[in-house]
Structure formats: structure tokens, C-alpha cells
């Protein structure tokens, strides 16, 4: 099967398309290489993927539509699964224009390109975040996702607007993956997991905000790639609900949560970044950030439905494999 994934030299991208390329698959990879964080990480990811020969490459922005369009219908992929995206809840507030740019403008001519395309399937990647000032937990897809509380879940919520219309106006099977905390190796430099365990080898205190009190339903990188690849070839049929489904009643579109559903404690997190590192952690207690939900629980009925019981790796068992790569790649 021919596989266009957006975003392969990002930390998700990377691993799926490892996966699909593993399985067989060819897959066209289209990525802006930003400067978000360390390209270095990025070039290194990207050379990774460039072993497989079945694997192409192409350097370019979402907002390149002319690009986009042209690398899409080259590329003759029978399913879409876009990932690429300006990432980060905090790094919105101080780079609005970016999210906007990237979020919303690039995701909307990536759909532009789709609906020119006619792929079996569209995923499009979306987050946690968009259920916002939510306080009722689990967080379930049929629940209402109309308070963002930072902008990079109001673009989020917005591609997924978007999305829908095109699914519906263009009969285009289109599956929304609200992603829940990802983590593992190859993460990106801006997450917590990163970010402590830098500091911890360095001998500097970490941050933890909300007082330690917030609670994220980790999802370990393997996990996650396992969940999209069962969910690839289920692409939504109008009219053909599951019991408490999402399924849109006007459109081939379906929002997903894509997650463990055992949401944990940050210090607990912590606890296992300490057992990983053999130290422990000076730990800073900070108030609640901006744009930073307290807790995040995913309701996981509608996945297991979908793809059957969900794999769920031990953050235990996940943090020590980051701390692993994290040691081999930096050389630490």
C-alpha cells in the first residue's frame, strides 16, 4: 500500500513511518524541517527513514500548497495520515502567528490537496487539548470541545471544523485522532519527559507545575503507532454507527480518542524518571501554566470498539525506554 504521512521527520511521523516501512508499505514523507526545536534530532530521524528504500523524502511547508498538491498526486498514496503540525500549548502564546500559519492555513491546503486526491482514508492528527475547560471525566468524543484554553487547541478544534466539511461536501473518510500525552524515544525537546531528564543528568531542578497535582493519561509512543496503523484501514462509511459512536451523522468523519485511558499523577512520572536515572529529581513546585488543563483523562469505549482491547505499556516500563535512547543518543 502507498502511505502519504505528514510530518516524518516529527516525533510521531517518524515512528509510524518506521512502522509502515517495516511492514512493507511505501511511504512518501512531506516535512517543513522546522526550527521549533533541534533540527539536529529531526535530521536524524529523517536519515533513519532514508535506509528503507521504499521510503521518499520531500522538504517542504503545508504552506506550499502548490507543492503539497503536486508531492500528493505524485506520491498516488491510497490513504493520508496527517501528523505535521506546530506543536506545543505554551510556545502558542508566545508565537501566535506560527499556529495559525501551520495549524490552520497548512491544514487547509492539505485538505484542499485531499479532496483532489480521493484517498480511502484521511487521518488527521488532533490532541487532548481541544476538550479545553472540560471538568467532566473521562474526556469522551461525544462530549462538547467548545472552551480551548490555549490557541493551539482552538486550531486544533478548527481543523477539525474543517475537516468535517470536507468530509461531508466531498464524501472524503476522514478519521480525527485526539492524541493523549505522547511519549518514548525520539520525543520532542519541548515535552516534560525531555526536558526533566536533561535536567536531571545536568544536576538541575525541574519544574513541575500545578503543585505536582496534575494528572496526563500517558501514551507510550508503540502504543499509539499500534492504535493508527489498526485504525488505517477502517475508514468511516456514512451512516454505519457503532453504539456511542462519533460518527458525524452528515459526513464519512469520525473523532477518535487515542490513548491508554489510565491517566497517572505527574510525580508518579516523576518517580519513574528517578528509578530510570538511578537519582533523584530536585523538584520545583510551580503554579498551574497558561493554557495547561489540570487533568486530562481519555474515555477509551469508542478505540477499544474500533481495534479491540488497546496496548498499554507501564509508564514504568516506557520512561525507561526514553532514558535508554535518550543515554545512546546524546552519548550520556
Not at 104 to 129: C, D, I, M, Q
Request: neutral net charge.
Amino acid at each position: 500500500m502507498k502511505i502519504f504521512v505528514t510530518g516524518t521527520a516529527g516525533f510521531i511521523g517518524y515512528h509510524l513511518a518506521q512502522r509502515l516501512l517495516d511492514a512493507g508499505h511505501a511511504v512518501t514523507g512531506f516535512d517543513g524541517v522546522t526550527d521549533y526545536y533541534d533540527v539536529r534530532l529531526k535530521r536524524a530521524r529523517l536519515s533513519g527513514l532514508a535506509n528503507y528504500p521504499a521510503f521518499t523524502a520531500i522538504e517542504g511547508r503545508l504552506e506550499d500548497a502548490e507543492l503539497l498538491t503536486r508531492s500528493l498526486q505524485g506520491a498516488e498514496a491510497d490513504i493520508i495520515v496527517h501528523l505535521a503540525a506546530q506543536a506545543g500549548v505554551r510556545y502558542s502564546i508566545e508565537q501566535p502567528q506560527s499556529y495559525i500559519s501551520s495549524n490552520l492555513v497548512g491544514s487547509a491546503n492539505l485538505l484542499e490537496a485531499a479532496r483532489a486526491h480521493k484517498p480511502a482514508h484521511l487521518l488527521f492528527a488532533s490532541t487532548s487539548s481541544v476538550y479545553g475547560g472540560n471538568t467532566k471525566m473521562p474526556f469522551c468524543e461525544l462530549d462538547a470541545a467548545d472552551a480551548p484554553i490555549s490557541l493551539y487547541a482552538a486550531t486544533k478544534k478548527g481543523d477539525e471544523a474543517m475537516a468535517h466539511a470536507y468530509a461531508h461536501l466531498f464524501d472524503m473518510p476522514t478519521t480525527m485522532l485526539r492524541f493523549f500525552t505522547v511519549y518514548g524515544p525520539w520525543g520532542r525537546p519541548d515535552m516534560a519527559l525531555f526536558k526533566f531528564v536533561a535536567a536531571m543528568l545536568e544536576g538541575r531542578a525541574i519544574d513541575i507545575y500545578g503543585q505536582g497535582e496534575m494528572r496526563r493519561d500517558f501514551t507510550y509512543i508503540d502504543d499509539l503507532i499500534e492504535a493508527i496503523v489498526r485504525i488505517m484501514p477502517l475508514a468511516p462509511v456514512r451512516g454505519m454507527p457503532l453504539a456511542g459512536d462519533s460518527l458525524s451523522p452528515v459526513a464519512p468523519y469520525r473523532v477518535v480518542n487515542v490513548a491508554g485511558g489510565h491517566p497517572e499523577l505527574l510525580m508518579d512520572f516523576v518517580r519513574a524518571i528517578e528509578a530510570a536515572l538511578g537519582k533523584k529529581a530536585a523538584c520545583r513546585m510551580q503554579p498551574l501554566q497558561a493554557g495547561d488543563p489540570r487533568d486530562t483523562s481519555a474515555d477509551t469505549t469508542l478505540l477499544r470498539a474500533l481495534i479491540g482491547e488497546v496496548q498499554r505499556t507501564p509508564i514504568t516500563s516506557g520512561v525507561a525506554k526514553f532514558v535508554d535512547w535518550y543515554r545512546q543518543f546524546y552519548g550520556v
